[in-house]
């Protein structure tokens, strides 16, 4: 199953997002853990320190308080803070009424200045941290005894604070997720709601409610629909061309057909006749159906189209029709700009050079100049793609140029040939929007000057 855009970038959106909510929640939770232990180990800590201030050694060898320890607690029984003496021997020597009844099972023989902390249960299931300091007490004259001062306080405080944070934690973390969550799939759909926009005119264009994509695309998309249009509006053009060629096609065969059916019912008609005359229309059949196919299959200019090395073209052509018109020993100068490219269909461009070089090369005496270069036609402003085709041969009158572009017309009808190679040239040019005109060549001959806008 194929993921929608929006789908995946939802995906992917809510893995990122859980990851660092998650990340960051655990983040959070440690360092509140650590932050409330380190409190409550200072607490302990205080209470000690009161502990040891209270304390002081009989003469019989006891342990006995001086003054009151400023935690009430002490004296509450089963309060959850807890103070006990140790000595050296392991017996309690002193203990706060909150032990009553219970029993903790603090470690003593600690050395002098060594302290511990620990995480113990009492004897009634009561989880407590314990912190335990060692401490030697007597007079220099007498010989020093080890103690160990503990306190410890019920863990219930610092787990329910523990749950109350992580609860609360999360409980905000995931409210945070699912309206970042909401957000984004509002965004996702308000950011993709051009594609579905598309999707929609594209559905609209298949179902012909409309021709080509009229929407309103922000600049990202709009390269896309541009050339979608010019697709769309090229294959309409290429249709309309075929369809055009084919009614022009069953129009122009009339005529000869006519002839033909004519010559046939025409009463003592002579074999001689009658082969001139069906050679005749064959001939003029035969190009009919030459030049509506060429002009049926000629592409036009078309979106995303690759760019094609004029040079290379022009030198592919002339070195062929070198060879076709060898005898002649015609001199072909071809100027160039090195690099030139222009974005057509290769076989247009080879029909279009193709026509007029041969053209150049049936007619010229002994030189054809080709120029191909950038240039603006006639004075304009816009610059297109120039070429310019000159021979010494005998040119084309003013008055036969029209002729010579028409669909089979030629200004020589003895020389062999349809009359269709300007005609098809012209046709090209028109189906990129550029111009042709045929002049006088300064050598004598016929000077073609072809232009073809860029876009």
């Known amino acids: 199953m194929t993921l929608s855009i929006n789908s995946r970038m939802l995906i992917a959106a809510s893995i990122i997002l859980f990851s660092f909510l998650g990340v960051t929640g655990i983040t959070l939770e440690g360092s509140f853990h650590a932050s409330t232990e380190e409190s409550f180990k200072e607490r302990l800590q205080v209470h000690l320190n009161a502990l040891i201030a209270a304390a002081d050694l009989a003469e019989d060898g006891s342990m006995r308080l001086i003054y009151a320890l400023p935690e009430t607690r002490f004296f509450s029984e ?64 007498r010989i020093k005894e080890g103690y160990t001062f503990a306190v410890a306080e019920s863990l219930a405080r610092f787990n329910q604070q523990q749950l109350e944070f992580r609860q609360n934690l999360w409980a905000w973390l995931g409210g945070v997720t ?76 009339k005529t000869p057909l006519a002839v033909l059916r004519g010559a046939i019912e025409l009463p003592n008609q002579s074999v001689s006749g009658m082969q001139t005359t069906v050679e005749e229309q064959v001939e003029r059949m035969d190009q009919i159906v030459q030049y509506q196919l060429q002009r049926a299959a000629t592409s036009g200019r078309t979106a995303l189209m690759a760019p094609v090395d004029l040079q290379a073209i022009t030198q592919k052509i002339t070195d062929a029709l070198t060879k076709v018109y060898g005898d002649k020993n015609i001199q072909c100068h071809i100027e160039s700009e090195s690099g030139l490219e222009f974005h057509c269909q290769e076989g247009d461009m080879m029909e279009l050079l193709g026509n007029l070089i041969d053209n150049a090369f049936k007619w010229a005496k002994q030189r054809i100049e080709i120029k191909i270069r950038r240039a603006e036609f006639d004075g304009g402003d816009e610059t297109g793609l120039m070429i310019k085709i000159c021979d010494d041969g005998p040119g084309i009158e003013e008055k036969h140029i029209d002729t010579v572009l028409s669909r089979g017309g030629r200004a020589d009808a003895e020389t062999s040939g349809h009359g269709l190679g300007l005609a098809m040239v012209q046709n090209i040019v028109e189906l990129y929007q550029g111009q042709l005109k045929i002049t006088r060549a300064s050598m004598g001959g016929a000077q073609i000057t072809l232009w073809l806008p860029w876009s």
């Open 178 to 253: 699912l309206i970042l969550l909401i957000m984004l799939t509002i965004i996702l759909r308000w950011g993709l709601a051009p594609l579905r926009e598309v999707a929609e005119d594209l559905q609209d264009i298949e179902s012909g409610r409309n021709i080509e994509l009229h929407g309103k695309y922000p600049k990202e998309l709009r390269g896309l629909t541009d050339n979608l249009n010019a697709l769309i509006q090229t294959n309409r053009e290429h249709e309309e061309r075929y369809q055009a060629s084919l009614g022009d096609l069953a129009h122009s065969l």
């Open 78 to 141: 089963r309060s959850g803070l807890y103070a006990k003496i140790i000595g050296n021997d392991g017996k309690a020597v002193w203990s706060s009424l909150s032990m009553n009844g219970i029993t903790i099972p603090i470690q003593g023989g600690l050395g002098r200045g060594e302290g511990r902390y620990q995480y113990l249960n009492t004897s009634e299931g009561e989880p407590v941290l314990v912190y335990s300091l060692g401490l030697t007490w007597g007079e220099q004259v």
